[in-house]
T-cell receptor, first 117, second 112 residues
Framework: GAVVSQHPSWVICKSGTSVKIECRSLDFQATTMFWYRQFPKQSLMLMATSNEGSKATYEQGVEKDKFLINHASLTLSTLTVTSAHPEDSSFYIC?????????????FGPGTRLTVL | DAKTTQPTSMDCAEGRAANLPCNHSTISGNEYVYWYRQIHSQGPQYIIHGLKNNETNEMASLIITEDRKSSTLILPHATLRDTAVYYCIVRVMGGGADGLTFGKGTHLIIQP
């Protein structure tokens, strides 16, 4: 199956700093990637849609100036949490769409656990 | 996408078949039933999907009722590694470029 990687797998940072998370599609090109967030004991919540070469589309309630998304190539999307605070501590998961057999399918990364002190 | 209803949690003995139900009474004619699972602290993993016929792959079987208002995911011989949260999602096949809407899922616990 298709492989999606994330880096780092976990990160601890101080409040007020910015953190960048990378999402890569390793064996296919993805024009569309998604970023999800998951708080403890909750389900995944879609944050934004990342489109290669264009601006990301954010879900309602997600601050676009706080969660910066860049999709500069067909295999890489980055999520930068700017001025992170403890309430941003969460599990961040990306997914990438691969088109196969004329339909699109999503493949998920392993997730990045962010802890903001 | 149509809404789905799943039990919050289920237990199953190791080696037995695990049957996970999902209700999707408002499913549309062009919507498929997808199943994903999420093992603790990992990203979701695709399991199987189907439209109206029963489907089987190396991981599981999917049984969809004739009226398509409900389905059952079957793990034929559950192992401890199958302990995870299982999500039933109804969506148009491929879903275009839309993100997935995850419900609360079913926490399946495989007992030794």
């Amino acid at each position: 199956g298709a492989v999606v990687s994330q880096h780092p797998s976990w990160v601890i940072c101080k409040s007020g700093t910015s953190v960048k998370i990378e999402c890569r599609s390793l064996d296919f090109q993805a024009t569309t990637m998604f970023w999800y967030r998951q708080f403890p004991k909750q389900s995944l919540m879609l944050m934004a849609t990342s489109n290669e070469g264009s601006k990301a589309t954010y879900e309602q309630g997600v601050e676009k100036d706080k969660f910066l998304i860049n999709h500069a190539s067909l295999t890489l999307s980055t999520l930068t949490v700017t001025s992170a605070h403890p309430e941003d501590s969460s599990f961040y998961i990306c997914s990438a769409i691969r088109t196969e057999r004329s339909y699109n399918e999503q493949f998920f990364g392993p997730g990045t656990r962010l802890t903001v002190l | 996408d149509a809404k789905t209803t799943q039990p919050t949690s289920m237990d199953c003995a190791e080696g037995r078949a695990a049957n996970l139900p999902c209700n999707h009474s408002t499913i549309s004619g062009n919507e498929y039933v997808y199943w994903y699972r999420q093992i603790h602290s990992q990203g979701p993993q695709y399991i199987i999907h189907g439209l109206k016929n029963n489907e089987t792959n190396e991981m599981a079987s999917l049984i969809i009722t004739e009226d398509r208002k409900s389905s059952t995911l079957i793990l034929p011989h559950a192992t401890l590694r199958d302990t995870a949260v299982y999500y039933c999602i109804v969506r148009v096949m491929g879903g275009g470029a839309d993100g997935l809407t995850f419900g609360k899922g079913t926490h399946l616990i495989i007992q030794p």
